[in-house]
């Protein structure tokens, strides 16, 4: 073989290494981009289907999501977080949420502001219950949920990004008998199912009450069931916290006659003076068919959370997301509590640590951040 020939060969030799080279290249970038615009998925914990936290949950997924493939916002498409799958999960409710946040279970969830406290803090609220102690010639009685947390430890990697509306207090009885929390004694009640944060907050009501579970016909039934039971005449009256209006309780008042029974007086002043993060409330006349009085009751904040370690970013990018135009639009167009979701209380009543990244946006847009959670602890 001679020079030129083999100059030919280490030439071609050149340009088809160099051929591979760039094949290569634009392969690797396409899998690249491929995985640059595969979805990241976000589950936000939420309670059962026909509860206020699941609608809400809803939306704000949808408000915060914007798939891969997704039109620009500017030109009607997704406004949420590049890339962003969002998705609504159901779960039993604040209690059940907390601990799975807290395991990275969940990426976020709804929580009251009561049960956040109590899980970042480890402690729970003497009264809310009896624990798993038996009325006299009745089964164990169903385990506190804030006093399970209090047993695992604290969660102190809860970190909130927002409140985003109260939960009121409910009371439903058909029993036309039954206009206050004492005549309760010996009906039968719902007051939620066992571990959730309705039972711990009916406790709560219950005590200030100077009442308890052995006074009354006590049943731990799922809200669905609550309900159905409700309608069937197989209760008289049951307890829920949830933003008003509360579908469960609406599709029973629209089934049979039902009236709200109110949280009031010194029972309600000592709920507000022994526990910080329960206020006062108002349900308004006709916010349930037929249910025209307004009813006082109190509430907590319902906090959207997340697990620390979601990046800065991220939770930087869903803050923005949930407090855009066109959220507000959404939110007041959907299920009627998401009118109450609003910048100007989104750092009220917070019972835990602000995210960073939620800090940052709230900081840019001018707003100031409440006092550290762990000053309100001590």
Known sequence: MNDNSRKRRIGNRGIRSAALFIVCALVLGERTAAADDSPHFFRIGTAATTGTYFQIGAEVANAISKPPGSRDCARGGSCGVE???AVAQATQGSIENAIAVGAGQLEAAFIQADVAFWAYTGTAPAGAGPGSKACRGSPALPINGAALMAKGGAIRNLRAVAALYPEAV???????KVKTVGDLKNKRVSLGEGGSGTLAEARLVL????????QMKVQYPRLAEAASLLQKDGLDAMFLIGGAPVPAITDAASMIPVH????AGKAREALEHRYPFIAPYTIPGATYPGVDAETQTVAVPALFVVNAAVSDDLVFGITKALWQDSTRRMLDNGHPAGKNIRIANALTG?????????????????IKLPEPAEAKAK
């Open 83 to 85: 890339g962003l799958v």
């Open 170 to 176: 409910h009371i439903v009885s058909r029993d036309p």
């Open 207 to 214: 005590e200030a009450n100077n009442l308890n579970e052995c």
């Open 260 to 263: 709200l029974i109110p949280v």
């Open 350 to 366: 917070l019972a835990i640590p602000l995210h960073p990244g939620a800090a940052k946006y709230y900081q840019q847009a001018g």
